[in-house]
């Protein structure tokens, strides 16, 4: 079975911090990896997905890097702003056997950025 | 709007009566999932479609929930004689050949 952890659990930061979110994953097994926002009472924005061949995927102020020998993807934020407050959540898609594919989450950081 | 679509966005029950949830994916994407969440949780896995056949269920799923796409393309999940626990976000999700998921607004679910 796939556990996925998050890493803090929530985090604060002043207005044009750099800042790193972590996400850790049992089962090395992967096929991708996906970094998702979500803001308070809402559904889920994809923000990037790396393949497990890959080591990064960047779009904007946003890089992601994976590690799957050692289960392990990082979320890098550049020049953080308040609009970026939000939880951010890290899934993993796995095969759990018989043509299925399953999405695991963790249970996300919840990021605020203090103007 | 070609993302996911979920109907509808709240939903506000009496414990006991059945409620039913629809998700419309984006076109021609041939995989759909349905997850819950609760508050401070991350989105918990309920059952997987690929095209009309449901290929998995988690063991949340109880005898009461039942998930359906009859023609591979919109999902309804119904469930039957609601509980207190059943309150929840419903999030249903679709992935095509690009293999990112997008997910919709959800459904909010409050049983009294």
């Known amino acids: 079975k796939q556990e996925v952890t998050q890493i803090p659990a929530a985090l604060s930061v002043p207005e044009g911090e750099n800042l790193v979110l972590n996400c850790s994953f049992t089962?090395?097994?992967?096929?991708?990896l996906q970094w998702f926002r979500q803001d308070p009472g809402k559904g889920l924005t994809s923000l990037l997905l790396?393949?497990?061949s890959q080591r990064e995927q960047t779009s904007g102020r946003l890089n992601a890097s994976l590690d799957k020998s050692s289960g392990r993807s990082t979320l890098y934020i550049a020049a953080s702003q308040p609009g970026d407050s939000a939880t951010y959540l890290c899934?993993?898609?796995w095969g759990s056997g018989a043509g299925s594919y399953q999405l695991t989450f963790g249970k996300g950081t919840k990021l605020s950025v203090i103007p | 709007d070609t993302g996911v679509s979920q109907d509808p966005r709240h939903k506000i029950t009496k414990r006991g009566q059945n409620v039913t949830f629809r998700c419309d994916p984006i076109?021609?994407?041939?995989?759909l999932y349905w997850y819950r969440q609760t508050l401070g949780q991350g989105p918990e896995f309920l059952t997987y479609?690929?095209?009309?056949?449901?290929?998995?269920k988690s063991r949340l799923l109880s005898d009461r929930f039942s998930a359906e796409r009859p023609k591979g393309s919109f999902s309804t999940l119904e469930i039957q004689r609601t509980e207190q626990g059943d309150s929840a976000m419903y999030l249903c999700?679709?992935?095509?050949?690009?293999?990112?998921?997008?997910f919709g607004q959800g459904t909010r679910l409050t049983v009294v």
């Open positions: 899934a993993v898609r």
């Open positions: 479609f690929q095209n009309e056949a449901q290929l998995e």
């Open positions: 999700a679709s992935i095509g050949a690009g293999l990112t998921a997008f």
């Open positions: 089962d090395s097994a992967i096929y991708n």
């Open positions: 076109s021609e994407h041939n995989r």
């Open positions: 790396i393949q497990s």
